[in-house]
């Protein structure tokens, strides 16, 4: 669908050159620039929405299985050990972080940034009587002083805000335990054992 977007736009650009609108090659390939642009932000957008629906998910799962004493050790396992679902989703944070350093980086240094598609696009335009060929922009790998390169860092929480994270599934199984062990001397009160 967006890349049918983009088709249409790309189609816009050829009746702006056929009827005038657009008089040179540089304005043809800035306007198909532009209109790969913005299918590429549809793109991301669509993306992250549909992973963020993908998460509230899997955290609405999450809460819903916490009822089980087992899916109380889990998650208290995983969040001691820094595993599981939350884990990911904080390396996932950090790596996006990262990922506007990155561009902020590569725009100092090269003046522009073009993002990896999954998609590309090929084309002719009779400019003049003259054909154009216009495609989408591909990333160029900037081939300078690399000393200042940022690096890649990820937010290891200490052991302590490990716990910390950890501590209402721990209070959790505390209640289960309890709960069980009332229930455990009840039944034990209430036998016959002669």
Known sequence: ?????IWTKIEKIR?????????????????????FDEGQEDLI??????????????????KISRISPTSLFQYAS??????????EDKFIND??????????YIMAKMGKVVGVSHWTFLTNMILNG??????????QEYQGDKSDFP?????????????????SDLIGLVVWNII??????????KSDVR
């Open 180 to 189: 069980l062990a009332a229930g455990a001397f009840l039944a034990i009160l």
């Open 15 to 35: 009746e702006q050159v056929n009827n005038g609108e657009i008089k040179t090659e540089e304005e043809i390939n800035r306007q198909a620039d532009k209109a």
């Open 95 to 104: 790596a996006k972080e990262y990922g506007k350093v990155y561009d902020d």
């Open 45 to 62: 957008r669509h993306n992250e929405s549909y992973l963020n629906a993908m998460s509230e998910r899997a955290n609405l799962a999450q």
């Open 151 to 167: 690096q890649f860092r990820e937010i290891r929480p200490s052991i302590l805000e490990n716990i910390g994270d950890a501590l």
């Open 1 to 5: 669908m967006i890349q049918q977007q």
């Open 78 to 87: 995983e969040n001691i050990a820094e595993s599981g679902q939350k884990r």
């Open 130 to 139: 003259n054909s154009i060929m216009v495609k989408s922009p591909t990333p």
